[in-house]
């Protein structure tokens, strides 16, 4: 492989039936939609009270569109906007992190992580870096390709969970 691993390329399988070596998800209860909003505090207390404390929301914009609309029984809204300049939006109080990679909410779609990210995925880099002098392809310019091996994967799989858009 020539990049990281994300989280979506492991298995998945259902909170109630997780096993090391897969990511637990929580289904919303809507094909293809997100409910009335339930199963994100579903999705945050599937979660181990331990990676609570530092854990996040990931999804991309198109998801967020649809999480902005939720409110509660007294009709306030569950997101909050960021009150001071570079502070994150906030979903039920955890920082909500926009990523363009995740996919969109569609039947069955697996659109929207919570979790402990700093302890449910690892970044591994290697200290070298390499430079490639090339004097040839830009005269009288000199050209330098500097080159990282830098790799990740998910370390713990109890610290991510997945919100699945479907039944089941």
Known sequence: ????TGILTHPTV???SWSWGSLGYVPSGEDGGIGDGDAIIDLVYALGA????NASFVMNSKTAGLVRKLK???GRFLWSDGLAAGEPA???GYPVLIAEDMPDAASDS???????FAA?????????LRVLRD????????LFYATKRVGGDVSDFAAIKLLKFGLS
């Open 110 to 116: 697996l659109s929207l992580a919570f979790g402990d």
């Open 90 to 92: 906030r979903l039920l």
């Open 1 to 4: 492989m020539d990049k990281p």
């Open 135 to 142: 004097p040839f392809s830009a005269k009288p310019h000199v």
């Open 50 to 53: 331990q990676y609570r404390a």
């Open 72 to 74: 509660d029984a007294d």
């Open 120 to 128: 449910g995925y690892t970044i591994a880099e290697r200290p070298d």
């Open 14 to 16: 259902e909170n109630d």
